[in-house]
């Protein structure tokens, strides 16, 4: 059985010499455990061991976790890819979404979020290498969709999010990571609220974090390798 709890203890240590070595030690990282293809037991281990926030990439496999989980308090965070007839099911049962990234599913979250709940807290998700297999808006067109986004009445602009691709030199990660910090500070000057940069994973959340991540998605170095 994955010890869940060992794995949390080595992540965090390696969260915080990473932000150690960055002259960052007074910041805060939030661990998004990203339970995907997870039983919803997992969940509850990573919840007893101080995890409160966890990401899900597919609609249709988080509802039913989601729904035998509503006794613990967790956030949930969707990281995937948003087709439309999906937008309703997240609109009313996630708290984040990492992965806007065009704004027919903005106004469609924006419409179906309820409104009796705290605006959903939205990052636009940035394609940055421009592959055209993942999802994600175009750096140059990112001010124009945090535009959009601030301007709906049930969505609260947080941040960016970027996955890279996955066999970059280290350097170029180094590079594509502060690309995505600089446009966060780009947006935090033209007075948009922007606290939160979704960026590593378990395979490099060290390097993101030296780039200024604040928010990492991690999957098997929590949870070991996803059943298939
Ligand atoms: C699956 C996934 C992760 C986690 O990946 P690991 O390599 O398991 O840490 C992070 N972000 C997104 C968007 C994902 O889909």
């Avoid at 794995?7 to 990203?34: C, E, F, M, N, P």
């Avoid at 960026?199 to 998605?217: H, K, L, P």
Wanted: net charge neutral; hydrophobic share 40%.
């Amino acid at each position: 059985m994955i010890d869940i709890t060992d794995h949390l203890a080595q992540i965090r240590a390696r969260v915080t010499q990473a932000l150690s070595k960055s002259g960052r030690s007074h910041d805060d990282v939030t661990i998004v455990a990203v339970s995907k293809q997870q039983p919803a037991d997992a969940i509850r281990r990573a919840f007893a061991n101080g995890i409160t926030d966890f990401g899900e990439s597919y609609v249709d496999e988080a509802l039913p976790k989601l729904r035998s989980l509503t006794d613990i308090a967790a956030q949930w965070h969707f990281i995937g890819r948003i087709q439309s007839n999906k937008t309703r099911a997240i609109a009313e049962n996630f708290q984040w979404v990492h992965s806007v990234d065009r704004e027919r599913i903005a106004r469609r979250l924006d419409a179906q979020r309820p409104h009796h709940a705290s605006p959903l807290n939205v990052l636009i998700q940035v394609n940055l290498a421009g592959e055209s297999q993942k999802g994600g808006v175009e750096l140059a067109a990112a001010p124009e969709l945090a535009r959009v986004v601030e301007s709906l009445q049930h969505l609260q602009l947080r941040g960016l999010m970027t996955i890279p691709p996955a066999d970059l030199a280290p350097h170029t990660l180094l590079e594509t990571y502060s690309t995505l910090r600089e446009l966060g500070a780009d947006l935090r000057r033209g007075g948009h609220r922007c606290d939160v940069l979704s960026m590593g994973m378990s395979r490099d959340f060290e390097t993101a974090i030296a780039a200024g991540s604040n928010c990492v998605r991690i999957g098997t170095a929590v949870f070991g390798p996803r059943p298939q």
